[in-house]
């Protein structure tokens, strides 16, 4: 008897969507002072993206103003969020969701 392929459902259950859990940091830059918020999501692999495009978006327009911020948080606020992305992308390239 073949082993069931991972795409059937075994025992009469379908199977369970894959979860993810990811944080990214949303950097909003000020004259003087500047404001970190983190945006955690958990789901699908399109749901982390979608919050992912949002927090880099909320960085490129709004994390710039401010010398600090210009310079060392907003760059460190994008590459953090890039490497959670990129941590995630390859989670789901080992669970065969994404080529």
């Known amino acids: 008897m073949p082993y069931p392929s991972p795409q059937q459902p075994q025992f009469g259950y379908p199977p369970q969507p894959v979860v993810y859990q990811a944080r990214f940091r949303k950097h909003t830059g000020m004259l003087i002072l500047a404001q970190w918020t983190d945006a955690s999501v958990v789901g699908s692999i399109h749901e982390v993206r979608a919050a992912y495009r949002g927090a880099q978006s909320h960085c490129l327009l709004a994390g ?21 992305m990129r941590r995630i992308t390859h989670l789901a390239k080992a669970n065969g969701e994404v080529s």
């Open 64 to 84: 710039w103003w401010g010398v600090f911020s210009m310079l060392f948080y907003n760059p460190m606020a994008l590459v953090g969020n890039w490497s959670e």
